[in-house]
Nanobody
Framework: QVLLVESGGGLVQVGGSLRLSCAAS????????MGWFRQAPGKEREFVAA????????NSADSVKGRFTISRSNAKNTVYLQMNNLKSEDTAVYYC???????????????WGQGTQVTVSS
């Protein structure tokens, strides 16, 4: 089992940047594919980005390509989401998740953090 704790959310203006962090504790961090998801009010949770166990491969949703970058430090047991050029539609609660599955777009995620609020204001 792994415990995930997100941080770094907050209020930012349109066009601004934030970096989210997710610290993992418990089982070996490199056992997991890591992902970021988000849920806006009244909407379903959606995939944002994922990164392979080694950190060598990533994928992301079309809506954030070119603006968001996922990375991980296996030495620090932490996964990051660098968000640049933020838009009002990026406002959501952002969740970190860990998967025991192979690195695929349809991977099932087994563990979830509590979420961190990101609000982009115009």
């Amino acid at each position: 089992q792994v415990l995930l704790v997100e941080s770094g959310g907050g209020l930012v203006q349109v066009g601004g940047s934030l970096r989210l962090s997710c610290a993992a504790s418990g089982r070996t961090f490199t056992s997991y594919v890591m992902g970021w998801f988000r849920q806006a009010p009244g909407k379903e949770r959606e995939f944002v980005a994922a990164i392979s166990r080694s950190g060598g491969t990533t994928n992301s949703a079309d809506s954030v390509k070119g603006r968001f970058t996922i990375s991980r430090s296996n030495a620090k047991n932490t996964v990051y989401l660098q968000m640049n050029n933020l838009k009002s539609e990026d406002t959501a609660v952002y969740y970190c998740a860990a998967s025991n599955s192979p690195f695929t777009k349809s991977a099932h995620y087994d563990y979830w953090g509590q979420g961190t609020q990101v609000t982009v204001s115009s």
